[in-house]
């Protein structure tokens, strides 16, 4: 099984819509991260978390919320799916700073 | 905060020619850079990183440099291979630093 586990891994939705993807972890990590990815633009930091009642905003956190309901499960919502929120997401762990990142597989998200 | 910038976009080779990916930062705090490489459909996995008291890595046919005069480091493969196709991303965080920061990727092409 893997470590690092989205659902769902892909997803079309309605624009206005709230769509939520899931992040769960068998890694024991406390820090969480979540991803977006376009292509050209890399990856970039929507949200991450380094404890259950620790959430923080990354470059790109607008039209998006988060949860973290358990060490193991972080969340990602759209409160209102908008065309340019079509893009490859991402979650991640991470044991501490300055150490690799495990990433999941991705959600890949159409909104139309 | 850290500005990760990474070249070229797009790299054809040979199979059996070297690969080069180059990747600069801009603070001077960073002090871990790891290496990411993402297979068609599945998330970034790692594949070498390099801490600031090392200059150098290798491990088998990859290698990494690290030059932190010059705020930047390298990734290179030689004796490519087809499997080697894939994209890379370069990142850099700290120890103090709270993300990753990644670069916009290499898409990797090795030509039977």
């Known amino acids: 099984d893997a470590d690092v586990t989205q659902t769902p891994r892909n997803r079309i939705t309605k624009t206005g819509k709230r769509i939520m993807l899931e992040c769960s972890q068998t890694k024991g990590h406390d820090r969480m991260y979540w991803y977006r990815q376009d292509p050209g633009l890399g990856l970039r930091l929507i949200y991450y978390s380094f404890d259950v009642k620790d959430i923080n905003k990354g470059e790109i956190s607008d039209g998006y919320s988060v949860s973290r309901q358990a060490q193991a499960k972080f969340s990602l919502s759209l409160e209102s799916a908008i065309p340019n929120q079509t893009a490859l997401y991402f979650c991640?762990?991470?044991?501490?700073?300055?150490?690799?990142?495990?990433f999941g597989q991705g959600t890949r998200l159409t909104v139309v | 905060g850290e500005n990760v910038e990474q070249h070229p976009s797009t790299l054809s080779v040979q199979e059996g020619d070297s690969a080069v990916i180059k990747c600069t930062y801009s603070d001077s705090a960073s002090n871990y850079f790891p290496w990411y490489k993402q297979e068609l459909g599945k998330g970034p996995q790692l594949i070498i990183d390099i801490r600031s008291n090392v200059g150098e890595k290798k491990d088998q046919r990859i290698a990494v440099t690290l030059n932190k005069t010059a705020k930047h480091f390298s990734l290179h493969i030689t004796e490519t291979q087809p499997e080697d196709s894939a994209v890379y991303f370069c990142a850099a965080s700290s120890n103090t630093g709270n993300q990753f920061y990644f670069g916009t990727g290499t898409s990797l092409t090795v030509i039977p």
């Open positions: 991640a762990t991470s044991a501490r700073r300055g150490t690799e990142a495990f």
